[in-house]
């Protein structure tokens, strides 16, 4: 089975999984690394992120899509979010706001 046919068989599966990649990334670990419920094994972990990038890129084409392409309000709704988390971004670039978010010492200060 091709990296396609294993996505499309989770989008049909798990419809759910359209709307968020952490989802579809785990439902895809379940059905083809054979992952126990009790966790996952080196193996099996280092086997997942081989494949990672290349199932992303296949997710990525497959939500392009008739089939799996998102309704026009769930499109409307992920391009908000994107544009709420790109203001949020923004707003952190001054520094005084930066430092109430993640402390005073930045990994760049600590590393000096």
């Given at each position: 089975m091709t990296q396609k046919e294993q996505a499309k068989m989770i989008l049909r599966k798990y419809?759910?999984?359209r709307y968020?990649?952490?989802k579809f990334m785990y439902?895809?670990?379940q059905?083809?690394?054979?992952?126990g419920e009790?966790?996952?094994t080196k193996s099996k972990?280092?086997?997942?992120?081989?494949?990672?990038?290349?199932l992303e890129r296949t997710?990525?084409?497959?939500?392009?899509?008739?089939?799996?392409k998102l309704q026009p309000e769930q499109e409307a709704k992920r391009r908000?979010?994107?544009?709420?988390?790109?203001?949020w971004k923004q707003n952190l670039k001054d520094k005084e706001d930066f430092e109430k978010v993640f402390g005073e010492k930045t990994y760049d200060e600590e590393m000096e």
């Open positions: 419809p759910e999984s968020n990649r952490g439902y895809w670990c059905e083809f690394l054979e992952v009790f966790g996952i972990f280092l086997e997942f992120w081989e494949h990672e990038a290349a997710l990525r084409d497959l939500l392009k899509e008739p089939e799996f908000e979010k994107q544009a709420e988390f790109r203001r």
